[in-house]
DNA sequence: GATGAATGAGTCTTCATTCAT
DNA sequence: GATGAATGAAGACTCATTCAT
């Protein structure tokens, strides 16, 4: 979009010391982002929430763009983590079962802190960090494109690569949009079974 | 989130020279916002763009936040007129094809401005117009709702309301996110023909 | 101070549809001035006030100093006209008699629209006019001295000159700072015996 | 009038160097004030003159009338200290005596810094910043009561606190209106004599 | 390393004034 | 004459970033 800008983190913290102070600096971010919005987002507020000096603040940080970049690059591992190891542990249930396992998984992810998922979503797209937001989606999309390939024989799908992308973009999608509108929607569970029917039928698993 | 900034126009212009230069405005708006992105929107940019003074913009719009609100709400009419017309036409056709006629018709909408169409969505939640870009969300999901009940002798759901849900979500996250990852595969008829049968499976009115 | 601009009316008004909207403009100013203060007073807030078109303001005014110069003549005139008539009246009364009639036309003086002189007063320096403001006062001081030195005979005081600039300056102040404090000692008897009386014990013409 | 803004200071200084950077700003807005007048006062003329950025000055002042504001409560506060200690230290003196040195430290207070004084009078009315300067009249007007109060049998008065008002007024307003209109005034030896004179009358404490 | 004072480019916004209709 | 749309110089204010202490 426009001036690209450095966001490596300036210098890798070695002492604990030092981490506690890139953590302090995060978690500050993460405060202010959700509290005050992308524009309300100045390195002196951060700075102040975190109780650091705007001067040591970008000992760690050599700009705005690298605070929020590190913020969404932890946000995005601590959901990798999660997501990853249930996706594949999911990969030898009965395949009912596993869409609804993931299913679940989805709205896991969205409630670890949902203030700062929406955030990060929603107002973030400017860093050029987004891609990395995205990264996350494009793992899922090939694992689970790999999955429907391998049970291929059992499901009613042609391409398990399209297919994966219609199932990603429609578990995501249908999650976020509870998340955002209805938020009390994602404890029914009768919103988990009908999306759950609403795979299993496209890919012909569906019970009856 | 934070200060909630008054968006409302300052003045109806009433000769049609003020007409002129509010379209000439908005349309500067856009171009800026699809160049520069929502931080590169400065009002001084857009009055140059538009070929206008300051002073002019000012009269017509009282804060850079009225100008995007402007903008989705001009945006959102053209979709609405577009989409609410094909969904009531749609109402009487087989089922099957009334489905793939809507995903179609999403697509269009998608394909009209579609850097425009992909600013707006990500950068609007800044505006606070979040509730107006919903409102063609809202009025869908209420029309596929009354076509899902009015023909919920031949689908194989329960609770239509929900069922309008979970097809709305999908079919514009689908279309969404295959604009913004993937263009081409928006003109690729394989992805009609899937997305039209996850519907369909889900809906109990596949052909085979 | 700075730039000092021409503040004579553009033209006469011959017609009466001209004088009327002179006025009207006039009355505008004096309303925004006491509304808004000085800062608040715009060019365009006056025209809007007035119902009438900017285009028109500057019809008869060159400038916004031109506006506030034209009031404030007009204001000191209105008050010229009863000062100076009452003040040749009282020429002859004893002299006890004329102080007080003096004190009691200096308050009344204040009470013509005592928010539009309060305003005039306190914020107007700027305005290049504010000697205009002053001459009423130079008049008073010249007049009040004439007087004096035609009954000097009489009275306890060897310089009228000094003696009128003292007098003329005390009982201004007097009053215009009771008006601008304590607005209800006005109405005070009590304030204008004692004042009469600071006056004829000066001049060595009080009762007892 | 209109909208109040805040006048309190952003931050405390701490260091040294921010204490100096505080009072050249402060010390050049007094010079821009008194050279420019109140619209010549602008936030970068102001920094210009301080030799300092224009960053640096919205450290410490949130806005343009804190700036004045400040000067203001800097100015009051000088001129405080010496008339109260005055005031006190006259209670003593005969009364003659007494009104001779009050109106002769009235002349020297005005003397201080005429121009600033001057602006400050005139414009503060602006800055909403009135009040602090009443107080100063205020507490002469309260400690010249309590006086007149004490050796009320030696004087020809009733109400302590009348006479106070209109004495405080009248000094106050001859010494101001020499200083604007006619700065020689203030050295002749004739003016405080005959205002000394117009004083004792009235009290009942003159010589002859 | 930490601190926070200082910097100033960059924005938004207002308002007196002009001028085409 | 009247209108009000257009102009743009000018000014307030923010905030990412640097650097002396």
Redesign the pocket.
Known sequence: MHRQ?RTTPR?RP??Q??KD?VDTILEATARVLVKLGF???????VATAAG?????????F????ALVSALIERHVEQMNGAVLAELSRVATLPMQEATRCVIELTIRAHAVDPALHRVLTEQVPRVGKLAKLRELDEICHRMVAGLLAARKHELAIRDPDLAAFLLVSTIESIVHRAALLYPDRLRDPRLIDEATLLVTRYLGVAPN
């Open positions: 800008v210098k070695r002492q010391r030092s102070t524009d309300g987002l100045t390195t002196n507020a650091v000096s705007i001067g040591s603040l970008y000992q760690y050599p700009n705005k763009e």
